[in-house]
């Protein structure tokens, strides 16, 4: 198995979860990370670092 990257793009993501001609400019990364955050609560498991990406943490 393949270690995950440390950190994703939003533009990694939308060419792997949606589609490779996916637009870059919409917030579709950026509405769907909320979401997950929601739904998987206290403590953070995603965590974003403006310029970098999103990190998947080990709470």
């Given at each position: 198995m393949r270690a995950?990257?440390?950190f994703l793009s939003a533009e990694d993501l939308l060419e792997?979860?949606?589609d490779e001609y996916a637009n870059p400019l919409t917030n579709?990364?950026?509405v769907t990370?909320?979401?997950l955050r929601?739904?998987?609560g206290e403590p953070p498991a995603?965590?974003?670092t403006p310029g970098v990406g999103y990190r998947?943490?080990?709470a």
């Open positions: 995950a990257p440390a792997q979860v949606w579709t990364v950026t990370i909320g979401r929601r739904k998987l995603i965590t974003t998947i943490t080990n």
